[in-house]
């Protein structure tokens, strides 16, 4: 079992950055792969970024590659997203997730989050 808790979400305007992180509990946050989502209002849950176990592989949506940057401390049971060069269209809920491999988290994720709120102003 995983519980993921995020946070770092607010209000930025354009072109601004935010950094969220996602704290799990448990001693096996390191054998997971990691991902992360977004809902915006009336809209679907969307992939973002993934991440596998290691920190060595990493996948990106096309709306946000270049932008954002998926990174890992296994040390300290963390995954980060970096978000840079905001746009209003970035605002939604952000959802840490977690999953037995980079394949599972993009699809089927196994564990989740209550979501971040983000939203970039124009």
């Known amino acids: 079992q995983v519980q993921l808790v995020e946070s770092g979400g607010g209000l930025v305007q354009a072109g601004g950055s935010l950094r969220l992180s996602c704290a799990a509990s448990?001693?096996?946050?390191?054998?997971?792969?990691m991902g992360w989502f977004r809902q915006a209002p009336g809209k679907e849950r969307r992939f973002v970024a993934a991440?596998?176990?290691?920190?060595?592989?990493?996948r990106y949506a096309d709306s946000v590659k270049g932008r954002f940057t998926i990174s890992r401390d296994n040390a300290k049971n963390t995954v980060y997203l970096q978000m840079s060069s905001l746009e209003p269209e970035d605002t939604a809920v952000y959802y840490c997730?977690?999953?037995?491999?980079?394949?599972?988290?993009?699809?089927?994720?196994?564990?989740w989050g209550q979501g971040t709120q983000v939203t970039v102003s124009s």
């Open positions: 991440i596998g176990s290691s920190g060595m592989t990493t």
């Open positions: 997730a977690a999953g037995n491999s980079i394949l599972r988290v993009t699809t089927m994720a196994e564990y």
């Open positions: 448990g001693r096996t946050f390191s054998s997971y792969a």
